[in-house]
């Protein structure tokens, strides 16, 4: 059924055609319009100069210098003098102890007992 109805549908005539030989002669036709001597540059890959790496290597090395001076002089700083008298109060405090058992007891809130006990089972 569809095909009786395609048959019978008008036909219609090509009019896009190609002249005779058209083919025939295109390669030779193209080929007169290419120059035959025509030097074309090709863009060439920019680099970066050696100049930005060499001062990229400097810029580094001058951090990792910067970092370590400083960590330097924060290691190795001096402490001014109210800071210095109560490390020296600090030290004087706990020396002042004797090595007695009774002040360390008080300290950390135990009774001789306890302590002696502690000792003895080590």
Known sequence: MIKE????LPKRE?????PEGYF?????????HIPENEVRMMPMPVH????????RTVAAAAVVLAAVFGAGLYVHQDFNGAAVE??????SSYTAADGSIDAV???????DDDLY???ADE
């Open 24 to 32: 025939d002669t295109l390669a030779e036709r193209v080929m007169e």
């Open 105 to 111: 007891a008080d300290y950390i809130m135990c009774d």
């Open 5 to 8: 109805t395609y048959d019978s």
């Open 86 to 91: 109560a490390m020296a109060t600090q030290r």
């Open 14 to 18: 090509n009019h896009f055609t190609v």
């Open 48 to 55: 970066k100069p050696l100049n930005v790496k060499r001062w």
């Open 117 to 119: 006990a502690y000792l």
